[in-house]
């Protein structure tokens, strides 16, 4: 990744649109307009748009031609005249109603659509240049998927068929193509290319994915929506190196030129307990394990970092445990959520009781004014607009933190508040867009990010700014999952209360589902590209390490690839027979986490064709890790171990996870 994107992200910084301006007509306007196709500088090449259909093609510095978008799925009727700008140009289709504007970005072609009617438009039309070879998605941390790969393209697990919504089912608003050889492998001076497309107007916006010719293609479509307020659809083209992780570098460049991206090192410095995540390990206590006596065995044991979290039952963490907890340089706090209202008398959790007339009156209301039924058909989801505006007099918020931290808490983790799923409320005196539900609850996530060490469920980048960690976005959600969750039989229930089977009972992934979710192939870290040093990023809860016994090597081996923690179910039973081996897990892992937590993820290569050896770098060498994810050495390094080199370092730390009990 330290290769021409890098370097042309760079320079892209100091183009404008004097210095890159090519001369029209005699004047300063930038790029080139000829019989309808608009020609721009971008970092790495030119990019044209052909003002009639919205195709979009590139040209690289080494003549490289490439498709970036074929023209628009819908017709758009025949195109207005084309209007200069300093930086472009505008044009309309008068027919739609549409207004589109394109223009050289730092380095990025930049195209906006606005429309003046509710509708929808498929467009970027991508990955039909021929030599595309890979498709990236943020899918959980990541996927590099070969356009040409049976399983993705057929069968149970695979994306042919299906639609994602860009702004809640990915954890970046972002895809890409790589065009050419089979990746950054060891034959490194293979010429590729690729193209990153970034969608800041992710609300509304879709990406479905066909099978063409055999290869998978993904076309985005936006709902233009007034009442949504939607009407404006935004794409942003970079030219990349074919990299895998290309397009998160491109997305973590643009939040900074955009002053959205955070730091972990802030947030440290703001609030030293913070720093109580680097090297620590995550966990759900139940029973015995969430009382001082399990505090103190967990040190004993020889784990001097940990963040431990509990839920709010009849049974939550007591203040002599949490005092354990504190003394023993760990992180402590209660899980809530805002999300869930049910009828006081009969809630079956009390993160769902409010006081007085919470629920219903702040129920989030559908246009037909029935209340939107909560997660799992239990009450409804309750609008982040009606207690914005009940705070200053009525702190039900404040209160519920208040009461959830009495014991003496230091950090909380505010379940669903940073997801992508996000609610239109039409309740009456409430009302709200998506994009007003997000900064209603970023609001309310910063006021409580001043106190506590804050986390919550799979943390879309809109919220990286009020977070220290997340528990969710580390993992490639598939569709198979919540299908299995809901086999109690299979996954477990709810109980018993001290510990419950969801949580502890073991499952055996079916094949499609561990090879969509864990098959090191074809798994990149985008999210930790994108965001490594602004938070820590986390599996979801209910897939603790011990969850997924066939899967324990290669997430250990991910955990310590991507510097990312691994997370624990902990009952009185499970520490006893576990502690050792989670033990041995956070020993290795607390110094590389500790050296290069707060540092960005500068690099990520495979060694080998067949992608099973591959190695990450933090910062300017901070810590450099190689993972064999095989069965056979490589370069010394057995199959299923982890070498980790820090700084200055002679000679590698390794780990060989399945061994660490033996």
């Avoid at 001290?498 to 999210?527: E, G, H, I």
Wanted: with cysteine; net charge neutral; charged share 20%.
């Amino acid at each position: 990744m330290t290769s021409k994107l890098t370097r042309v992200i760079a320079a892209s910084l100091a183009l404008t649109a004097a210095s890159v301006g090519l001369s029209g007509c005699g004047t300063a306007e930038a790029g080139t307009l000829d019989g309808g196709r608009l020609t721009l500088p971008v970092a790495g090449g030119t990019a044209t748009v052909d003002t009639a259909t919205l195709a979009v093609s590139a040209r690289a510095e080494d003549g490289t031609p490439l498709v970036l978008s074929e023209a628009a799925g819908s017709g758009l009727g025949a195109p207005g005249p084309v209007t200069r700008t300093a930086e472009g140009a505008s044009w309309t289709y008068p027919a739609k109603g549409l207004t589109v504007t394109a223009r050289s970005d730092r380095g990025r072609l930049r195209i906006g659509i606005r429309a003046d009617r509710d509708q929808s438009v498929s467009w970027p039309v991508t990955g039909t240049d021929r030599a595309a070879s890979s498709v990236q998605l943020p899918r959980g941390e990541g996927l590099d998927i070969p356009v040409r790969d049976a399983f993705w393209n057929s069968g149970p697990g695979g994306l042919a068929g299906s639609t994602v919504d860009v702004g809640a089912d990915l954890s970046l608003p972002l895809w890409g193509y790589a065009m050419g050889g089979g990746g950054s492998g060891p034959k490194g001076g293979t010429a590729r290319h690729g193209v990153s497309y970034l969608t800041p107007t992710d609300i509304g916006t879709s990406l479905a994915f066909a099978t063409k010719g055999g290869a998978l293609r993904a076309t985005a479509a936006h709902d233009f929506n007034g009442g949504d307020r939607t009407r404006d659809y935004e794409v942003s083209f970079a030219l990349t190196d074919g990299d895998p992780v290309a397009p998160a570098a491109d997305y973590r460049s643009y939040l900074a030129q955009h002053g959205q991206l955070s730091s972990l090192r802030a947030k440290i410095a703001k609030n030293p307990e913070t720093g109580k995540l680097l090297g620590a390990f995550h966990a759900y206590l139940w029973s015995e394990a969430r009382t001082a006596a399990g505090v103190e065995r967990l040190k004993k044991l020889g784990v001097d970092r940990m963040w431990l979290g509990y839920d709010s039952g009849p049974d939550p963490m007591k203040a002599d445990a949490v005092r354990a907890a504190k003394k023993a340089g760990y992180l402590v706090g209660p899980y809530d959520t805002f999300a869930n209202g049910q009828d006081p008398k009969t809630a079956d959790s009390p993160t769902s009781a409010w006081p007085g007339k919470v629920y219903p009156d702040f129920c989030v209301r559908k246009a037909d004014g029935t209340p939107q039924t909560g997660f799992g058909n239990r009450g409804c989801y309750l609008s982040s607009r009606a207690f914005e505006k009940a705070e200053p007099g009525k702190h039900y918020l404040a209160d519920r933190t208040r009461a959830m931290t009495s014991n003496g808490a230091n950090s909380y983790f505010l379940d669903v508040d940073a997801t992508g799923e996000v609610f239109r409320d039409h309740g009456a005196g409430h009302e709200m867009t998506k994009a007003g539900d997000r900064e209603n609850r970023l609001a309310r996530m910063r006021r409580i990010a001043e106190r506590f060490v804050l986390g919550s469920e799979s943390a879309q980048p809109w919220a990286n700014s009020a977070l220290a960690f997340d528990h969710g976005s580390g993992t490639p959600v598939a569709d198979g999952l919540w299908k299995l969750e809901r086999d109690k039989e299979k996954w477990g229930g709810y109980f018993p209360q001290n510990a419950p089977k969801n949580a502890f009972q073991p499952v055996s992934l079916p094949a499609d589902l561990a090879t969509a979710m864990y098959d090191p192939k074809y798994r990149v870290p985008l999210y930790e590209t994108a965001l490594h040093e602004s938070l820590v990023n986390v599996e979801r809860w209910e897939l603790s390490y011990d969850k997924l016994p066939d899967q324990k090597t290669t997430r250990a081996l991910l955990a310590m690839l991507y510097n990312t923690p691994l997370n624990f179910a902990l009952s009185g039973p499970s520490l006893e027979k576990d502690g050792k081996e989670l033990a041995a897990l956070q020993r290795y892992f607390a110094p590389l986490h500790r050296a290069a937590g707060t540092e960005r993820m500068t690099s990520f290569r495979w060694l080998t064709e067949d992608r099973s050896v591959q190695r990450t770098v933090f910062g300017d060498g901070a810590l450099t890790v190689t993972a064999n994810f095989g069965s056979t050495a490589h370069d010394g390094l057995p199959g299923g171990c982890v070498d980790a080199r820090l700084r200055g370092e002679t000679q590698p730390r390794r780990l060989c996870p399945a061994h660490v009990n033996s």
